[in-house]
């Protein structure tokens, strides 16, 4: 009788620890300002229209946004675009609106045009041509993806790995899973 309620209570220790290390959801956290408060997009950011000039980046203000900040010269954003763009796609019919940045400095815009094109890109193009957008929320490097919520907080996904595409795969499900 002791060795069957031994054996119920190392089963019962057994299975708390499997489900105690079972992977959480990759929590990524909200980007902050250095002063510890949640940063904001700023919409008033002067962005060149390239697929719609005269459309503004003030257009996606309280609206959860995807952006995707890119170079066209870069072979990791050509390998990724794709992918982003089909993420928008399917959440596009259910509120979530999507826009892609490129470099401003020496990219011209027929460089976006032409990615654009080689891309099959459907959703609206800017450029950063007065390099107002990298330097206040990039990381130096690119691609870089960015979930803006309706009330202008924002993750920023600096890599688009596994981990990362999960957690934005995760935060837009529960976003719209009303």
Known sequence: MFSIFRSGVFL????????????????IPLMKEDSGELMKMDFSIPLVGISDPGMLFSHFANKNLMIYYFSPKCVHCVNHYSQIQD????????????????????????????????QRASIPFFQDQNS?????????????????????????????????INHLMQTLNSLYSK
Do not use: D, H, W
């Open 87 to 118: 993420i928008i796609k399917k959440y596009e019919p259910k509120g979530l609106s999507g826009i892609a940045i490129g470099l401003g400095g020496g990219i011209k815009k027929n460089n976006i045009r032409l990615f654009m094109n080689q």
């Open 132 to 164: 107002k957008f990298g330097p206040k929320y990039g990381t130096g490097y690119i691609p870089a993806l960015y979930l803006v919520l309706e009330n202008g907080t924002f993750y920023r996904y600096a890599e688009l790995n596994e981990t990362n």
């Open 12 to 27: 019962c220790f057994s299975l708390t620890m499997l489900f105690a290390q079972a992977p959480q959801k990759n929590e």
